[in-house]
């Protein structure tokens, strides 16, 4: 399976604390994007990183990206009860000719007030 | 903000049904995505055309789901017969065609089949 795994399937913690979820894969990839889904919703994108890049932020969140050990993180600093969703990361597998996306079965992520 | 639309929001049916679903991807927008979600889960793909083509529909149950996207812009997804197992949500997303772009995401469709 090319699919990323998300590790803790699920995380809860207090206001203010800061939150890390890892996402593992098999395959070499082109990308790797993160995803967040409120309960019922969409998804939002959070960030895509690149191959060749080895962190990235944008407001609160830090993603980095070890190819060796084919891994990423994403860190959420000074989390807020809004962040409460699901994270999902997405890869997109180099062996393909065309932008295609996998999911892992995402971290379920409680900030409680 | 550019974004992609999907309709209906919400669908309840009765198995044997025939149901269809709607998405207008971002303009522009050369790739759309069709994901299915069942809860708890990640979403997996069904479907993904690159203009109007399809380049991967492995994991699309052909023996009742079809999808088209005749001129290349929006895209329609259908089931029939609907079967319990085909409650979930379903997810359209669209990409540039360039590599190494987000995909964006609609608000789904919410199917319950019973």
């Known amino acids: 399976s090319q699919q990323g795994e998300e590790d803790p399937q699920a995380l809860s913690i207090q206001e203010g604390e800061n939150a890390t979820m890892n996402c593992s894969y098999k395959?070499?990839?082109?990308?790797l994007q993160w995803y967040r889904q409120n309960s019922g919703r969409g998804l939002v994108h959070l960030i895509l990183i690149r191959s060749n890049e080895r962190e990235k932020h944008s407001g609160r969140l830090r993603v980095t990206l070890d190819t060796s050990k084919k891994s990423s993180s994403l860190l959420i600093t000074a989390s807020r009860a809004a962040d409460t969703a699901s994270y999902f990361c997405?890869?997109?597998?180099?062996?393909?000719?065309?932008?295609?996306?996998?999911f892992g079965s995402g971290t379920k992520l409680n900030v409680k007030p | 903000e550019a974004e992609v639309a999907q309709s209906p929001r919400y669908k309840i049916t009765e198995k044997s049904q025939a149901v269809a679903f709607w998405c207008d991807p971002i303009s522009g927008h050369a790739t759309l995505y069709w994901y299915r979600q069942i809860l708890g889960q990640g979403p997996e793909l069904l479907v993904q055309?690159?203009?109007?083509?399809?380049?991967?529909d492995s994991q699309l149950p052909k023996d009742r789901f079809s999808a088209e996207r005749l001129k290349g812009v929006d895209s329609t997804l259908k089931i029939q017969p609907a079967e319990l197992g085909d409650s979930a949500m379903y997810l359209c997303?669209?990409?540039?065609?360039?590599?190494?772009?987000?995909?964006?995401f609609g608000q789904g469709t919410r199917l319950t089949v019973v």
């Open positions: 055309f690159q203009d109007e083509s399809v380049v991967d």
């Open positions: 997405a890869t997109d597998p180099q062996v393909y000719n065309f932008n295609k996306f996998y």
């Open positions: 395959t070499s990839i082109n990308n």
């Open positions: 997303a669209s990409r540039s065609r360039a590599l190494n772009t987000e995909a964006f």
